[in-house]
């Protein structure tokens, strides 16, 4: 199948999942008990009138899947309405947080890759041996430590004991000086679990094509261990590295919810935890619709990365 | 061989009768033969190979011990007692772990209080002790259930294919769709905070994963020739999906469910730090670090580091394991390192 094909295939499947989607949504912040109009008509003066009124706002008075559709429908234009507690619109609150989130996943992506592709590197090549069971172990750590306490650690030492990072963010532009150097420790927070989990796989695929033919090949034809490894394995291992790269990004959007908790960084993840406590249904929906159409479209790279980057591969 | 002279034989095998010849004359034959099975090459069952590969794994051994030694010292925390009968009436732990003192508020580790009080003068050894209650029932009952909701419905899917295959992996697509700890949040707000709350809402994130994993075993399991011949002697599908196919698909489910246990304690403690797992005040590890931010910044460490440390202890002891656990069960299987850890 060429990859055009694929391609088609491929973007025909994800309708139904995008539509499962939306509906999951939809009906999650359906089944919360109470209803925007109960909100807000907590704070003010109840009269029948005003009720009526609110109801009519927000299609309550709709059989249901009228009410999906028209919510569907705004959705798709990203007008997700007001929130119920800022009386900002829902698009433009997530879009005011997005750059932080944006460069905090950034980062911690970044720092994920430079620790984990070069240490899975050194770990392939010692296959076996004390410096591979090293990596093993430090691999098993990084999984195994919660994020939220790693963040509060780091936190302990080098923020309230040695000084070195302010404790809560600076309220500066996303990309300047302040910022950056605050983002350092929520970023190897959210990075650290990643990295070991790369790591892992670099590793894994490499021992893979280190014993294979043309491995040997390129040996006996005089090329240097060091050339052999950049060019050759490292190159074709990273066709599956590739590809689990891309689908970490869901790991890092799961991590960021914590680790902007941890931080009080001022992104889509503690947004998302505020309109839980305070139920803000509109802001609830459109964060967790943004995040799962995210990452449907997210793994739909990944799938046509590794068919490019692997020709071999055709579904 | 006694248990072979206690077995009638039969001329039907399935909906399948033969006949033709006399039953008595292949016990007969049995008796008279003083064969004896080569004792090397006795199949054993799976369960005890698996066993044996696993003794010879130090690290995955130091994991089990660890796991050993934190549950001992949370069952005998403190008394347990079912409907007013006191079944375990040992109490290790120094102080009640819910009862507060207030003359002692935020003090550092001392002799009293080796990991030192909190905010509200409770005892954080006790309630470390204690909290592996939570914690460890919440991994081990959310991934049984999971496990009682995934298998089947990934071995129905993979089995018969279909119809039943795309209503269950479209399920199971969109709710991949979800990141683990954005659906389990968006569940209990749903649900409610609470003990089984925070469980349904994990059983519900946790169960896709063995679903999609059994399903691809099946798959290629099912093209094995004992499956044509079950179904030749006209086996029943129940008992050629859960006699037959099932039981040799299950090695990378079992190691999954293994380091899942360490990854829904993980999660669920990230729910208890969010504040959204049990009642604000539990003595749940995630839930006692829930305010531990602002004591920190007071400089109270010993408020956040013991919980966090009995977490991490645990989680990579369920992860020495689970790798033993994949060594011993599934030899071929990949060690990338995907372990368990869902994104």
């Given amino acids: 199948m060429s990859l055009q094909r694929y391609l088609i295939k491929r973007l025909l499947v994800m309708i139904p999942v995008l539509l499962g989607v939306t509906i999951l949504t939809f009906s999650l912040t359906k089944m919360l008990p109470g209803s925007p109009v109960d909100y807000i008509l907590q704070f003010q003066e109840t009269t029948p009138g005003l009720r009526e009124q609110l109801r009519a706002q927000y299609n309550l008075n709709e059989p249901i899947y009228i009410q999906y559709w028209l919510w569907l429908r705004d959705a798709m234009m990203l007008d997700f309405g007001d929130s119920l507690i800022s009386d900002r619109s829902v698009s433009g609150a997530i879009l005011n947080r997005l750059p932080n989130t944006l460069l905090l996943g950034a980062m911690g992506f970044g720092i994920a890759i430079a620790i984990g592709i070069p240490l899975g590197v050194v770990a392939a090549i010692n296959n076996g041996n004390t410096v591979d069971e090293a990596s093993r172990v430090a691999a098993l750590i990084g999984i195994a430590t919660p994020n939220f306490w790693l963040g509060l650690m780091l936190l302990l030492v080098f923020s309230v004991q040695l000084g070195l990072f302010r404790v809560i963010p600076p309220d500066k532009a996303v990309l300047s000086p302040a910022m950056l150097k605050f983002v350092i420790l929520p970023a190897i927070t959210l990075g650290t679990a990643s990295s070991a989990l790369i790591m892992r796989l670099t590793r894994s695929s490499m021992v893979e094509e280190l014993n294979k033919d043309y491995v040997r090949t390129a040996k006996a034809k005089g090329l240097s261990e060091r050339t052999v490894i950049v060019k050759h394995v490292l190159r074709n291992s990273m066709v599956s590295v590739v590809t689990v790269a891309a689908i970490q990004v869901a790991f890092i959007v799961n991590g960021s919810v914590v680790v902007e908790q941890v931080f009080s960084w001022p992104g889509v993840g503690r947004l998302l935890i505020d309109a839980i406590t305070q139920r803000d249904l509109p802001v609830l929906q459109a964060i967790v619709l943004m995040i799962a159409v995210t990452i449907v479209f997210v793994n739909l790279v990944a799938d046509l990365l590794y068919s490019w980057l692997d020709p071999r591969i055709r579904y | 061989m006694s248990h072979e002279s206690q077995r009638t034989t039969t001329t039907e095998r399935g909906r399948i009768r033969v006949t033709g010849f006399d039953t008595s004359v292949f016990e007969d034959r049995d008796e008279r033969f003083e064969w004896q099975q080569d004792e090397s090459t006795v199949s054993r069952d799976r369960m005890t190979r698996a066993w044996e590969r696993f003794k010879r794994n130090r690290t995955a051994l130091v994991g089990l011990a660890i796991i050993a030694v934190m549950l001992f010292t949370t069952i005998f925390a403190r008394p347990i007692a079912i409907e007013g009968i006191t079944i375990q009436p040992f109490s ?252």
């Fill in chain 2, 92 to 343: 290790l732990a120094p102080f009640d772990p819910t009862n507060s003192n207030f003359g002692a508020l935020n003090q550092g580790p001392s002799a009293a209080h080796p990991f030192g009080t909190d905010w509200s003068g409770k005892d954080i050894l006790s309630r470390v002790m204690y909290g592996g209650r939570y914690s460890l029932t919440i991994g081990v009952i959310t991934v049984g259930i999971a496990l009682s909701v995934g298998v089947p419905l990934g071995a129905l899917a993979g089995y018969y294919g279909g119809w039943i295959d795309e209503v269950i992996m479209r399920l199971v697509d969109i709710l991949y769709a979800f990141p683990f700890l954005v659906l389990a949040i968006a569940l209990i707000a749903v649900l409610g905070q609470g003990f089984w709350n925070m469980i349904t809402a994990l059983v519900l994130v946790v169960w896709i994963s063995y679903a999609r994993l059994l399903r691809g075993e099946v798959l290629s399991v099912k093209e094995n020739e004992y499956v044509t011949a079950a179904k030749a002697l006209g086996a029943r599908d129940r008992s050629i999906i859960f006699r037959h196919v099932v039981p040799n698909a299950m090695a990378p489910v079992i190691v999954q469910a293994t380091l899942g246990i360490g990854t829904v304690v993980l999660n669920a403690a990230a729910l208890g730090f969010l504040g959204l797992g049990l009642e604000p005040g539990s003595p749940e590890w995630g839930s006692m670090l829930a305010r531990g931010r602002s004591s920190l910044i007071q400089g109270q460490w010993w408020i956040t580091v013991f919980p966090g440390l009995a977490i991490f202890l645990f989680v990579l002891s369920i992860n020495l394991v689970g790798d033993g656990v994949r060594d011993a069960v599934d030899p071929q299987g990949d060690t990338s390192g995907g372990a368990g850890v869902r994104e």
